[in-house]
């Protein structure tokens, strides 16, 4: 955990986000240490990916980061039967684009186009 104060909205946005959805939904979120939203795991269960939970899991994740002024880091993988490429696309539809210097070449990062903190959010 980094020096950036989370309180609690990452426990609450979690439990909210899973709760949306029946299925089991693993989600993990937490701040780096320079101060960026990570999306450690966000898995939607494969018989609810057509009903864009996944997106819409994905928006509200990008909407509190900007809410807080935060850029939001994660690396897409093919785990859990999903499609790398896929993944790579629709994150650049996102705001996604690549970290240059990632030894790993995978990890990608959307800068939040809303550096002021706002206060008037619900989680």
Known sequence: MSAVATGDWITRLERQLKGSLPGMVLLALDVTDDGALAIGVLRVPLDARAGWHGP????AILAAADARGLDVVCTPTDSYGSDRRALVRALGRAGFAPV?????GHTMRRR?????????ISW
């Open 112 to 120: 939040t186009p809303c550096p002021e903190l706002r206060t008037e």
């Open 56 to 59: 819409r899991m994905l928006l």
């Open 100 to 104: 240059l210097d990632d030894p790993s």
